[in-house]
């Protein structure tokens, strides 16, 4: 149960923080103001042009490769950074801070989630055909799941099905909230779907690497989460009709699917906590930078009404969550998931929670700008909210913490 | 304190249920399909289009018009319906369940409180040019009052100017959040600025009547809320230069800014929360169907987990919001503004809260579509959350009600 | 709907109130003095002692009989005053203020319920032998319902039985939250028990009046409520082992328990709602008050942090409570208690949680004090709390409301 | 940041939970039973015998000093045990699942804040005199700070007075919520009181050690907190009227008083804090067996409507509470008072949030039986509920956790 940040990972903090300080903000900023532009422009500007990953992003991504701050969540030595979860926490909150850092340094979801999965269970071939681009930031990935037309909370729900048909597997479906799969750079999806259902509960359901040009397979549209499309990556709603392919695009074999899913989410979803805390922070700090400007009835924001309270709760409720997230890193690096099952759901219900408490104080002392995309509180929010449904809703993870706890007494 | 509906509030409730349910549901469906169709087309759609008034919407309000379903909210029998605050409230309940239905029945904000102003403050000749059309529906107007460059929650702040000069009057200064100015039927502005610094703080401010196409107005863009547009209306930053107006374009004459914004605020603010109270209705329907129809883990997710006590709580809150708007309603028909300044803060904090509440539940029972555009709520969310800000935030009148409070004891 | 008091109403609580003001406040200082009077005496107080019935108690209640202020709740004109439910509202609210009122004018539960349950299915001897004395505060009763050995929430879980031999009723079982029999005034129980297992699942229980030194009848011992014995009424765990009693002690015959239970815990949770509003009320003008008087940091502490936002979140809470509990009352008086049994749990649910809100509050700002004897704060924090629980729990109302509005849509 | 937990640790929570277990639970379980045992006995119980210290209580502590398991609090290796404080983390957490534990190890408040001072400040002769007996367990000790007539949580406004006359300090003044004075063993007070009104705001105040013997001292009355009186040692109202002592009874020399208590109260909370995390615990074990054990509407309890998601909702929280805790334990430890200041004011503001909610739990599943003596949750609720106002209430905390996180952008 040791937190302490270790001096690696304190190094590649402060390196993290510099790249982001003098390379990613600026770009931020512009790209920002360009969506906040004048209005007889801005008529010309969504479409499919916003679909375009910008040449910027690419530029940053290659400077923050050379530098070494790439990979930073992979554990293995060679492919990745080799941090332990423990070293990954503190710079994956710095990256959280930012919307756009997690992409810059190769370590966003779902990438982090996919890589994740063909570096612990890809063949060889599936290693040097998918893992390799996606290390090196060429392609990406989406990861195919949740169904529009079941309630996925109960993954049994899942009704896309990944037939094994001699030699092929035949996938047949409609999946939705696909992360990533507006980019163009996005060239493999990884489906889960149902391939014996005679099988035991939970070794049905086989994932399978699909090319993005595969025939059959079609982005029906992009969905937008509150009034947001996360362009360009965005999330998807993805058909599949009749998609044919070898039987060696299933991962580690028909019926894995759900040994897999456990094993990927894990990790995929402390990192989405581990940047929510940063989110909450920077929504923090930037509530308190305006109510210390902006002044009402003759005194700053901050000094106002319930106000100091409220920075108090938002201080205690991010020192906890941080707690517990480091917990949950410590407890992957020591006992692997399985050990941290019930610390995973935890998390993945305390941080949204935590991050949409404090988001929201800010947007208020905000006032209308709050709201607006002059900052970036509205998205904040939104990112917060949607992971309270993303890889897993909190009822269902309440359910594990409890299925957890009761089991202690039997 | 009888909130008994009238016979006339019946009757006019029973038709504009019909109408909704058979002109304007199909058109909202029809719109809302569009705003969702596939991704091909979608990439074509926003930019300048999204800006115009669809022809349907004209369709409608004439439709509604030639039915008597119009003006509703005006009390005066000659020029509106003629009904009261109580007897309109259930009307608006039901508008605010519909995005479309207040505008369909002339009776949107801000048109509505710019009415009210110009039918209670305005003169024989600004009623004949703004208030007639206005009436009519033949055109559109905003309200320029919160400021981005000030903590406007404080309206001392405002720092936009409206000097006398000669025979005339002259703006300057920068608004935002101006309701409507994204139509093009937008004709007119409604200004509230600064006149005389030395006059008693509330004899300060005057309002002005702004011609759209003044030299000097300028639309600078628009903005978005939670990521939303609410195109084709929209909310605007509007800056004003040197904008000159005869004197006769001040409501009322110099100096009764505050009065004015005063009496435009009350109906405004109990108009929005009689519709949120539709609002959080329609949310707890659309959570109880999708609760009833998707099964997880065996049964209707409506019966797993604490999803009964949260349509217990969500019904509890709803009950004891609309009584308390029946109240605020009654007050201000039996005692006038006057009388109702405490219980109108008191709704304005309740309401978005409530719907807040409620719309959250509806969302997370939806899974990823409650946060789609898919289903209404991520907008209705939208809406909910905005109020908290818009026409004053929470926190001053929080601090209104205490003061109301503690004036008891003195 | 009409909520508006009546001149009658308004008549009685004009006199409740000088009554309040001028015989039983004096009354309540002194006992409480009583109460935390130095050491040295305290530690002769409790005991024995602590059970009688003070006699001041007793001219109080000759006085207020004298006065007219008697019976309050009975709409019956002849035996009680012959209000409706909307007219008593406001004088059991006053009531509610003070912990000793509702006793001194003969209003207190459980014996309202419990006269209630006479008036409605007493035979004429019932109502001779037990009515009349209950009327006359000559003598009070208890309800014995909630057991201690089975999950009570569920009535179905009733184990004591009341079992019919020949002529005669065997009554055997326990029973605890029986309020009332520490009184040496407490003559009459009704207890509640199975009498045919085989009947339909609301056809199987009996009340049955039982008089207090029936042989076999034990009070076992008095309960603590968060450490209040609420003497000298008090609630205990009373045995019942082969109580005979013939059998016209059965109210309305065998087998009609669950249905006047329906019938009698109807307008008791009523009464109960109507005084947590006054209870409310007086925290917060406690609050109010006490919050100007003190001083810290150089300032009345109610200008100190988030404390005018809690006494607007205060007033808001019971104004809304308030409209709830009246809207039940009109539909009790217009609907009879089948038309307001939705209404009748959401009250039940909604007013202890405002009370304790608002009390926990109040005892916050008055710091240390708060939590003792020398403000009452205490004790109306632990009757809100009582009441979450008392006559079903929170979560078994939730149920009932929640089955109410899953209801409208089949 | 290293929180694990060391060998030595564990081997003393080892012996602790054993010694509970076999010598501290027989003792409270027939205390207890005789708190509930029948109505007759109990009139005779309360009063003066309650004040006495039962003989098992010395026994207990003979028992577990010769055994070892005494004044584990204390870091120093020769009087204490000279344990971290991380290391006594889950001794104390161990502790405060038992209301009798802390005591019975000599590490209960506020006896254990006591010593320190005398520790750290006090002068060789103070330290013979008090701080050894102390130390063995032969006397007990109140801290006098907090006083009626003020809002203390302001400690400027003090009023009582510690003058320097001479050779003497004369006290004057009230105090009251001095734990502990109820017992016959209670020997010595230390009191706060204004000594130079004109010097540097925190340096007028002294603290003075006071025989509890001396002229003019008086022990007005016990204080109960919602209803306990926590005897044996229970919450006094002192008054000093002229008590004279020589110069030597200050500790540390006129004037150090704010600096001393600074000190004192810094461990002081976290103790308090530490034992809320085992109350918080053993409540929520409490709700699960009950939750389990029994049957409503033919399911357990627990997997009723919400419990299982206010379980996991518990553990989250306990779980997030501990780790705070532990992080300001290791500040403590590593930076001291100095750099644990905010840590101090979070985990007194969270520590009893979060107890609090989950005794309100534990309460409700219990059903009325939680409100009772039967089970200690309404005892270990008042714990809790008191240290949101004892050793400063939130809102100071809150005011100061806001300060310093105010102060980084300075």
């Known amino acids: 149960m040791d937190f302490a940040q270790s001096a690696r990972s304190r190094e590649y903090l402060d390196r993290l923080r510099a790249f982001i300080a003098t390379e990613v903000a600026p770009v931020e900023a512009r790209l920002h103001a360009e969506r906040v ?95 390799r681009p996606l290390l090196d930031g060429e392609i990406r990935s989406a990861f195919c799941m949740t169904e529009p037309d079941v309630a996925s909370s109960d993954a049994t729900n899942m009704a896309a099905t990944a037939v094994v048909e001699g030699n092929e597997v035949v996938l047949n479906g409609r999946k939705w909230w696909s992360t990533g799969v507006g980019s163009p750079d996005c060239k493999v999806l990884i489906f889960m779907g149902l ?6 509960k939970y070794q049905r359901h086989s994932m399978v690497l699909v090319p993005m040009d595969t025939p059959g397979v079609k982005v029906e549209r992009m969905l937008s989460t509150m009034g947001f499309y996360d362009e360009p990556f965005g999330h998807g709603e993805v058909s ?55 002044v009402a009835f003759g005194k700053p924001l901050i000094n106002l009404g319930g106000n100091r ?30 050990g941290a099952r019930s610390a995973v759901s935890e998390i993945k ?49 309440q359910g594990l913490v409890a299925r957890f706890e009761l089991g202690k007494y039997q």
Chains 1, 2, 3, 4 share one sequence.
């Open 309 to 338: 309270e409220r920075i108090a709760d938002a201080r205690i409720a991010i020192n906890q969550l941080r707690l517990l997230v480091l917990n949950t890193a410590w407890l992957l690096d020591t006992q692997g998931i399985a």
């Open 37 to 131: 532009k004048p209005f007889a422009q801005r008529s010309d500007v969504p479409g499919a042009a916003m679909w375009q990953v910008p040449e910027e992003f690419r530029q940053l991504q290659s400077k923050a490769r050379a530098e070494g701050l790439w990979n930073l969540f992979l554990p293995d030595a060679e492919l990745g950074a080799g941090l332990s979860n423990v070293e990954y926490a503190p710079l994956a909150e710095e990256m959280g801070r930012s919307p756009l850092a997690p992409v810059v340094f190769n370590c966003n979801a779902p990438d982090t989630g996919n890589m994740e999965v063909l570096y612990h269970y890809g063949s060889t071939e599936q290693k040097e055909r998918w893992l």
């Open 240 to 294: 599949f009709t009749n998609v044919r392919l070898p039987l060696d695009a299933i991962i580690a074999g028909p019926g894995r699917g759900f040994e897999i899913a456990q094993g990927r989410l894990g990790p995929g979803r402390v990192h989405h906590c581990m940047r929510l805390v940063g989110l909450a922070e920077s929504a923090l700090e930037l509530a308190i930078r305006r109510g210390t400007e902006r």
């Open 349 to 397: 219900v305390a941080a949204p929670r935590v991050a949409q408490q404090v988001i929201d104080f800010a947007m208020q002392i905000h006032g209308g700008g709050g709201l607006s995309d002059d900052f970036p509180l509205a998205g904040a929010w939104t990112s917060a909210r949607a992971i309270r449904l993303a890889d897993g809703p909190d009822e269902v993870h």
């Open 195 to 200: 391939t014996d259902p005679e099988a035991h």
